[in-house]
């Protein structure tokens, strides 16, 4: 995981996002503002990764690890899809 942030917000808020479809609601004060957290880290990280190789001459690249463990986190769960999981 490229960015330990994201991982603890997803480890510390990952059911509450998962029933609230990453959904940003305001009167949340147990979870802050997990959703906007988790979803801004994520784009901003994937930028940073792809940016430099936009034609994907390497194809080495952290952005598709999740495509390795993803089948693993969805034979477990009823509730996670292929882009969810990924």
Known sequence: MKHK???DLLK???KYLLDTK???YSGSANHGDAALQTT???IE???EE???NLWEDDLDRLVDF???ISPELEMVSDRL???TSI
């Open 66 to 68: 999740g495509h390795l």
């Open 40 to 42: 801004r880290i994520a």
């Open 50 to 52: 792809l940016a430099p």
């Open 81 to 83: 899809y292929i882009a």
């Open 5 to 7: 942030g994201l991982f």
């Open 22 to 24: 990453f959904q940003s």
């Open 12 to 14: 510390s808020h990952g």
């Open 45 to 47: 990280t994937m930028l």
